[in-house]
């Protein structure tokens, strides 16, 4: 089971991203993906949540509006695009999996697998 998260870059305030999370070695159809991301000096935050059975569910206030997360089930692939960017949105960004719906309220010991994380950059 793996995760490979990537699609991050420099880009201006204002501007969009769409990341991008690979799953091998198991199918995303029974699966919730968890995004989080850890900005310079920050602990990792849960941002939002996404799975088969019920959608997406947000838990930062701060993303509402602006992220959405959509799912290529062919493509074994989650997608995490990220608009209005702003430089408080400069973080690493992880996707986490595991089997099932997304949780009530997110934590990483909820998700077993990991990516490597992929570098977001906002310039104000």
Do not use: M
Not at 44 to 63: K, M, N, Q
Not at 69 to 95: G, H, M, R
Not at 103 to 112: D, N, R
């Amino acid at each position: 089971v793996q995760l490979q998260a990537s699609g991050g870059g420099l880009v201006q305030a204002g501007g969009s991203l769409r990341l991008s999370c690979a799953a091998s070695g198991f199918t995303l159809d029974h699966y919730a993906i968890g995004w989080f991301r850890q900005a310079p000096g920050k602990e990792r935050e849960g941002v939002l949540c996404i799975s088969s059975r019920g959608g997406t569910t947000y838990f930062a206030d701060s993303v509402k509006g602006r992220f959405t997360s959509s799912s290529a089930n062919a493509k074994n692939t989650v997608y995490l695009q990220i608009n209005s960017l702003k430089p408080e949105d400069t973080a690493v960004y992880y996707c986490a999996g595991d089997i099932g719906g997304c949780p009530l309220v997110i934590y990483e010991e909820y998700f077993g697998s990991w990516g490597q994380g992929t570098l977001v950059t906002v310039s104000s």
